[in-house]
């Protein structure tokens, strides 16, 4: 087997940070606009962008679970959650 990343089907590396998976989501995105990429490649940028935005939407739920759990923890007297 080859040791080639770039082709592989296993599932892509957890990004380092949620601005890196923001920063790679613009570049994926600027890749599709610009439409020179083959359809194989395409595919696969779709698939990378796909889990780099499910990736980032839990990160966002996370942290909006624990703005939350601080807020109600300091008896913050808002009372009002964080929403999307």
């Known amino acids: ?4 990343s770039s082709n592989n089907n296993h ?9 890196a998976a923001l920063r790679r ?3 994926i995105a600027a890749l599709l606009e ?3 990429a083959e359809l194989s490649q395409s595919l696969e940028l779709y698939k990378e962008g796909a889990g780099l ?10 942290a ?3 703005v ?3 807020s109600k923890e300091s ?4 009372n009002e959650e964080v929403q999307s």
């Open 75 to 78: 008896g913050s007297d808002n």
């Open 64 to 66: 909006r679970q624990q």
């Open 34 to 36: 610009d439409g020179d």
């Open 11 to 19: 599932q892509p590396a957890t990004p380092e940070s949620f601005e």
């Open 25 to 27: 989501l613009e570049q």
């Open 68 to 70: 939350n759990m601080l």
């Open 53 to 62: 935005a499910a990736w980032c939407t839990t990160q966002l739920k996370n």
């Open 1 to 4: 087997m080859s040791s080639n």
